[in-house]
């Protein structure tokens, strides 16, 4: 029996004559249709660079939220020209002037702790035109933004920055920071009540994190407690002592994470040094080594070794001692002596010979 053998494949059918012959096709082309790239508006398509709102928030102006309204009323230009959408990109490069000023380029994150004293309102501004608190920040402080609010009747720590990047990343709920406050309310509770509270409560429908309160202490008809939160919504203090039949009518935020309120007075302001910065948020934002202007520099190098002026610069004013001869002119009992005018053999302490020579049987010309 003859093997079968493979069978072949049909071969294909002649093309029609008539037919124009298929158009060759580039394989470099691209077969989807044309899209117009260029965006609309005056929209930034460069792939470096930081977004202007990230830009401005960056350089203190105000928040990324703040710097996109800002940016829609016309009052942010970059090299001359009125941006109408925070889609824009811009680099060192670049111009920018927010009400016609110049915006100074990003400087080392700054941080500043303020004790904000009650009836000043956290903003830049006050549509019923109260005083705010940066109405009354010192005038040599630069530009910056708060840390979280702190409403017009609550007062204590209020953390200043001049960089939106840090005042984002300290108000995330998820970084963790405790808010601990001292209350001072009008009741009567104990602390079985108050321990209700680490369920938390609902405000505006929105359930808040655990609450822990401690009363400690009872003073006529109200009572201290210390509360501690963690995410810092609207009133959320004054809210849930109201859940347990408190009035608050004194709030004092003494730490916000691990800046503490200390010892600063009210309306007082001091700058968090740039080390400690660097230790206490150094893990959730970049903190140059580079310390701010007005840091103290650390004496660099060692003073030369006998020199008088250098040895005086580590002295105390107390403690430097005017030289015998410019005592004896003050004194006016002897005139000081010449340049090259001998003033006695000086005695070695620890030997009864000049200082300056040397025993029998020692040096160059000493008898062998």
Not at 222 to 242: C, F, M, P, S, Y
Request: aromatic fraction near 4%; proline fraction near 8%; hydrophobic fraction near 30%.
């Amino acid at each position: 029996m003859a093997p079968k053998l493979p069978s072949k494949k049909p071969s294909a059918k002649p093309r029609d004559a008539s037919r124009p012959p298929p158009k060759k096709v580039d394989a470099k082309r691209s077969s989807k249709p044309k899209i117009d790239a260029k965006p609309k508006g005056n929209v930034s398509t460069a792939a470096d660079g930081d977004r202007i709102a990230k830009y401005l928030a960056r350089a203190g102006i105000a928040s990324r939220r703040d710097a996109e309204k800002l940016i829609l009323e016309g009052r942010v230009k970059v090299n001359g020209t009125v941006l109408d959408t925070p889609a824009f990109k811009v680099t060192a490069k670049d111009v920018v002037l927010f009400d016609d000023k110049p915006v100074a380029h990003r400087e080392p994150p700054r941080v500043w702790r303020y004790h904000k004293p009650e009836g000043l309102v956290t903003s830049h501004k006050d549509e019923e035109g109260r005083s705010t608190v940066f109405q009354n920040l010192p005038k040599d402080l630069p530009r910056v933004i708060s840390v979280g609010r702190l409403d017009i009747t609550s007062e204590g720590l209020l953390l200043l920055t001049n960089d939106g990047g840090v005042s984002r990343a300290l108000e995330l709920p998820k970084t963790g920071f405790i808010r601990r406050y001292r209350a001072r309310a009008y009741g009567s509770v104990n602390q079985d009540i108050l321990d209700t509270l680490k369920a938390g409560i609902k405000i505006d429908g929105i359930p808040t994190g655990p609450i822990e309160a401690t009363l400690d202490k009872v003073q006529g008809g109200n009572v201290w407690i210390t509360v501690t939160i963690k995410e810092g919504k609207n009133r959320e203090v004054r809210r849930a002592l109201d859940e347990v039949g408190l009035t608050v009518n004194r709030l004092i935020r003494t730490s916000y994470g691990p800046f503490q309120l200390g010892k600063l007075g009210k309306g007082q302001v001091e700058e968090v040094p740039s080390d400690s910065l660097r230790e206490m948020i150094g893990h959730l934002v970049d903190i140059p080594k580079t310390s701010p202007k007005n840091d103290k520099p650390a004496f660099k190098g060692k003073p030369k070794r006998g020199s008088h002026a250098s040895a005086k610069r580590f002295q105390k004013p107390n403690e430097r001692k005017p030289s015998a001869a410019s005592a004896e002119r003050h004194d006016g009992t002897a005139k000081p002596q010449g340049k090259f005018q001998s003033k006695g053999p000086k005695r070695d302490s620890k030997s009864s010979l000049p200082k300056g020579s040397m025993p029998k049987g020692r040096g160059k010309f000493a008898k062998r």
